[in-house]
């Protein structure tokens, strides 16, 4: 069964830093391209970053970008978010999704169950 | 970076009701438009990629179609558990941007 849990979710202050981990298992990690998209109640859904399968490239959205950093351990099967100067607007939950293979690609098929990152003074 | 449309903002229906929501990209993105059901509290459940295409466990009732940039869910007999908010996302080109969502509501 495939599964992903992510952690380290928590209530931060402006221009904190937050690292949030995603640990996969059920499937094969090492295949598979990864990503992260977030949630809030008024803004909807909001795709953040993404990092291939060797995590030698990533691609982030215009406004995270210079701010967050995405990373992964094939061994540990795990997928980072490196969040810094923190900002109010970026408060939501924090989703780690599965995405493509070179071969196979049913994109943003399994999702964790979020990680509630708060960003407040 | 590609928009995402989708119309209408919100729609009240009934139990067997056929419901159709209209998603449209500001430019080509071939096929590659996906669709996401979110209820809250809940991490949002994946249902259609490649415009067309089900994922597994998703029921028939649910179907999308493609012309151009326009792009169409349809829940052909809406049921109780069908009530949430509806995305559409293109996944062609990074940023993979969503739509503003569609709630629907159960009369």
């Known amino acids: 069964e495939v599964q992903l849990v992510e952690s380290g979710g928590a209530l931060i202050q402006p221009g904190g830093s937050l690292r949030l981990s995603c640990a996969a298992s059920g499937f094969t990690f090492s295949d598979y391209w990864m990503h992260w998209v977030r949630h809030t109640p008024g803004k909807g859904l909001m795709w953040v970053s993404r990092?291939?399968?060797?995590?030698?490239?990533?691609n982030y959205a215009d406004s995270v970008q210079g701010r967050f950093s995405v990373s992964r351990d094939n061994v540990k099967k795990t997928v980072y978010l490196q969040m810094n100067t923190l900002r109010v607007e970026d408060t939501a939950v924090y989703y780690c999704?599965?995405?493509?293979?070179?071969?196979?690609?049913?994109?943003?098929?399994?999702w964790g169950q979020g990680a509630l990152v708060t960003v407040s003074s | 970076d590609i928009q995402m449309t989708q119309s209408p903002s919100s729609l009240s229906a009934s139990i067997g009701d056929r419901v159709t929501i209209t998603c449209r990209a500001s430019q080509t993105i071939s096929n590659y438009l996906n669709w996401f059901h979110l209820k809250p509290g809940k991490a949002p459940k994946p249902l259609m990629y490649a415009a067309s295409r089900l994922h597994s466990g998703v029921p028939s009732r649910f179907s999308g179609s493609e012309s151009g940039t326009d792009f169409t869910l349809t829940i052909s007999s809406l049921q109780p558990e069908d009530f949430g908010t509806y995305y559409c996302q293109q996944s062609y080109i990074s940023p993979f941007t969503f739509g503003p969502g569609t709630k629907v509501h159960i009369k």
């Open positions: 999704v599965r995405g493509c293979t070179t071969t196979n690609c049913s994109p943003f098929d399994y």
């Open positions: 990092i291939n399968s060797d995590g030698s490239s990533t």
